[in-house]
C-alpha cells in the first residue's frame, strides 16, 4: 500500500517487519527504546529512533501510524495494544485498525475480551475494534479497507518505478 514499515526497531518479529520492508523497497523505521538488556536497533531500519520512555514511544508510534499489526509478544505488546484500543475505544484516535496476528496466540485474550464484554466492562460494540486473522490478505484488506474509505494515498515515485520494471 505504500506505507512506511514503522516498528519498535527491536530485534525478532520487529526486525522480520523492517527486513521485509527493507528488501523490498520500503521505507523501514525503528522506534527503539533503551533497556539495560535485549533491546538493540535491528540493522533493517533507514532511521532509528531510541527513546528513555515507553510512553513517548508509543505516542510516536500512534501518532505516526495508520493501522496497528500485533503480532505475538509479551508484556510490552500488550501495553501497546492496550493503549490503542482504550485510545480508539474512547475516541481519541478515530476508526484505526488493529489487527491481531495468530488467532492460536490470541484466543484466550479474545476470549476474554468477550468476557469483558458479558461482564459490562466493554460495549459488545467494542469486540469489532480489533480484527483477530491468520491469513494476510485478511489483514491487508481490512486495513486497506480503512485507509481507501478515510484517506487519499498516493504511491512514492519510486514504487512507480519498481512496479514498471516488473
Excluded at 484505526?96 to 484466543?107: A, T
Aim: some cysteine.
Amino acid at each position: 500500500m505504500g506505507f512506511t514499515t514503522l516498528t519498535g526497531g527491536g530485534p525478532g518479529i520487529m526486525e522480520a517487519a523492517n527486513r521485509g520492508a527493507f528488501e523490498n523497497g520500503g521505507q523501514s523505521i525503528g522506534c527503539n527504546i533503551q533497556l539495560p538488556f535485549e533491546q538493540k536497533p535491528n540493522p533493517y531500519v533507514h532511521k532509528s529512533v531510541t527513546f528513555e520512555h515507553f510512553f513517548v514511544r508509543k505516542v510516536l508510534l500512534t501518532k505516526y501510524s495508520y493501522a496497528f499489526i500485533i503480532l505475538p509478544g509479551g508484556f510490552g505488546t500488550m501495553d501497546e495494544l492496550f493503549e490503542i484500543l482504550t485510545l480508539v475505544q474512547t475516541k481519541m484516535v478515530h476508526n484505526f485498525p488493529v489487527v491481531l496476528y495468530g488467532k492460536e496466540y490470541y484466543h484466550e485474550l479474545f476470549e476474554y475480551f468477550e468476557h469483558m464484554a458479558d461482564k459490562g466492562a466493554i460495549n459488545r460494540e467494542d469486540l469489532s475494534l480489533v480484527l483477530v486473522t491468520n491469513d494476510v490478505e485478511e489483514a491487508m484488506q481490512h486495513i486497506g479497507t480503512y485507509i481507501q474509505t478515510n484517506y487519499k494515498v498516493m504511491p512514492r515515485k519510486r514504487y512507480w518505478w519498481l512496479m514498471e520494471k516488473r
